[in-house]
Structure formats: C-alpha cells, structure tokens
C-alpha cells in the first residue's frame, strides 16, 4: 500500500480573493497577537500605577488628618497642671520634691529666687517667657513693684551671688519670706554657678532655721535659655554639699542648726518632667 505525501510550499499557496498566501498571512496573525497582547499588559500595568497612587493619597490624606489629633493628646498628657507635685526621693533626711508653681505661689516659710544684672524691662519683654508663665513677673507684681524698683534703684543690683531677704507684708504673695539671690551679667551666665546659688540657698536657709524650702532659678524668666536639666542637677549638687559641710561642722561641735526635712524646685509646666528626670540622677546617681 502506498501512501502520497504532498508537500506544499505555504510561500506558494494563495488564497482566494486576499492575494496573501499563507506564510504572509502567519505572519500577519502573529504580530496581531503581539500587539494586542502588549496593549493588554500595558493596561494592566496603567491600572495597577492608578490604584497604587490613590491607596498612597489616601494613607497621606489619613496621616495629615490623625496627626493634630495625636499631637493634642500627648500635648494634654505631658503638662502637668499647676500645682502638681512629687517627693522624687530622700537625700540625708532631705525629701527632695518638684512642683509646677508659680514661687509668688508656693506655700514656704523660704522662696528663693534668682534675678540677673537689671535692663529696661527685662521681666517683661522676649525673650523672657511671656506675663502668664513668667515667675519673677509674678513676684515683683504680687509684690506692687518692688522688685523692679530695687533693681532699677540699684539698691539689690543682681550682681553674682548677691543676696537680699525680703520679710513678705501680708495680703501680697504666699511666701513668707523671700531671698533673691544675684546671677550677674546674663551674658557671662555659666550654669556652673548654680552650684554656688544652691549652696548659698541652703546655708541661708539653715541660718534662718525654717526646716523646708522652694527654690526657683527663674532664668528663662529673664531671657536666657538655660539648660534646664543641668540647672536642676547643679542646684541640688550646690544645696546638699553645704548641707554636708554643716552636718561635718556640727558632728566637730562647730555648728548647731535644725535638720531640713524638704527641698522643693519650682518648674513651669513645659519642665516638671525634665526637671524631675535630672533631680532623680542626682538622688540616685544609678538612674538612667
């Protein structure tokens, strides 16, 4: 049996009514198939960029809008309200304590507070913090001027480590007395010196004989940006090393003075945690 293999050349076969043949006409489809295929991936690819772009402008959108929100919330939660107060922990029979006070205030038998060299308004005018947050402000007022007026006078001229005891009149502020103490030129301040304002604080604290004090350096209240923590550290460093001293005065016989129960430093709001932070190093120098 025999079988008839025909082999046709496609290049040579025409069909009817087109003029192509078959090779041309492969061809034809191929890139047909191509071509649509390609428009269909780029498509694909143009809706795929399209949804990418609109879940990307809703996150930002979301983002934008939860932003003030949580911002507000951790705004509220970190400033303590006035009045707000811990004992951070106990230095040789010494509670040492932070509160957001104003020193015109603060319920002591002590307020010591710090003043600079005297300017034209310097309390009153940027940078020094503004009226509402401003303590020294608040003093001179509670005390009708007299701040001002001794500073301007010249008769407490705020010169490094100069110190002024002012008997507090009834019906003015919530001291009972106050102690200013002098920081000089604020344009020579150093932070160090507030080791020597807080040894000066609580020798004149001892000398009073009052068992509890509050301290407020009040430097941003007279227009330097001081480091806040430092200031809070070194103050205290000061304070308990002139209380070693007379502790090593008394056990040689050479000095008598009531055991201090209490140290309290002043912070405004935007400063209580800052400050009790750095307090906390000092008690406990194994905090971090």
Not at 130 to 150: F, R, V
């Given at each position: 049996m025999f079988r008839?293999?025909?082999?046709?050349?496609?290049?040579?076969?025409?069909?009817p009514?087109?003029g192509?043949?078959?090779?041309?006409?492969?061809?034809?489809f191929?890139?047909?198939k191509?071509?649509?295929?390609?428009?269909?991936?780029n498509?694909q690819?143009?809706?795929?960029?399209k949804?990418?772009?609109?879940?990307y402008?809703v996150?930002?959108l979301?983002a934008?809008?939860?932003?003030?929100?949580?911002?507000f919330?951790?705004?509220?939660?970190?400033?303590?309200a006035v009045?707000?107060?811990?004992i951070?922990?106990?230095?040789d029979?010494?509670?040492?304590?932070?509160?957001?006070?104003?020193?015109?205030?603060?319920?002591t038998?002590?307020?010591?507070?710090?003043v600079?060299?005297?300017t034209?308004?310097?309390?009153?005018?940027?940078p020094?913090?503004?009226?509402?947050?401003n303590?020294?402000?608040?003093?001179?007022?509670?005390?009708?001027?007299m701040?001002?007026e001794?500073?301007?006078?010249?008769?407490?001229?705020?010169?490094a480590?100069?110190?002024?005891?002012?008997?507090?009149?009834?019906g003015?502020?919530?001291p009972?007395k106050?102690l200013l103490?002098?920081?000089g030129?604020?344009?020579?301040?150093?932070?160090?010196m507030m080791?020597t304002?807080?040894?000066?604080?609580?020798?004149?604290?001892?000398?009073?004989g009052?068992?509890?004090?509050?301290?407020?350096?009040?430097?941003?209240?007279?227009?330097?940006?001081?480091?806040?923590a430092?200031?809070?550290e070194?103050v205290?460093?000061g304070a308990m090393?002139?209380?070693h001293?007379?502790?090593?005065?008394k056990?040689k016989g050479m000095?008598?003075?009531?055991?201090m129960?209490?140290?309290?430093l002043?912070?405004?709001?935007?400063f209580?945690?800052?400050?009790?932070?750095?307090l906390?190093?000092?008690i406990?120098?194994?905090?971090?």
């Amino acid at each position: 049996m025999f079988r008839l293999f025909i082999f046709l050349n496609p290049g040579h076969v025409y069909l009817p009514d087109t003029g192509l043949n078959l090779l041309e006409l492969a061809k034809q489809f191929i890139n047909f198939k191509k071509h649509h295929m390609k428009a269909i991936i780029n498509r694909q690819t143009t809706l795929l960029k399209k949804i990418k772009l609109y879940l990307y402008s809703v996150f930002i959108l979301f983002a934008m809008c939860s932003m003030p929100a949580v911002a507000f919330a951790q705004t509220k939660a970190v400033l303590p309200a006035v009045g707000t107060h811990i004992i951070l922990g106990n230095m040789d029979g010494i509670g040492i304590a932070v509160t957001v006070q104003s020193p015109s205030a603060e319920k002591t038998p002590l307020q010591i507070a710090c003043v600079f060299e005297y300017t034209e308004n310097d309390i009153f005018t940027p940078p020094a913090l503004p009226l509402e947050a401003n303590g020294m402000a608040h003093l001179d007022k509670g005390l009708n001027g007299m701040i001002t007026e001794l500073r301007k006078s010249g008769q407490f001229a705020g010169h490094a480590f100069e110190t002024l005891l002012i008997d507090i009149p009834n019906g003015t502020i919530v001291p009972q007395k106050l102690l200013l103490i002098g920081l000089g030129d604020r344009k020579k301040f150093d932070p160090e010196m507030m080791k020597t304002v807080g040894a000066i604080g609580m020798r004149e604290a001892l000398r009073l004989g009052v068992t509890s004090y509050a301290h407020a350096s009040d430097l941003k209240d007279g227009g330097v940006d001081s480091p806040t923590a430092l200031i809070a550290e070194n103050v205290l460093k000061g304070a308990m090393g002139a209380y070693h001293t007379q502790i090593y005065l008394k056990g040689k016989g050479m000095s008598a003075f009531k055991p201090m129960k209490k140290i309290t430093l002043l912070a405004g709001p935007p400063f209580y945690q800052i400050t009790g932070d750095a307090l906390k190093k000092v008690i406990d120098p194994n905090v971090h």
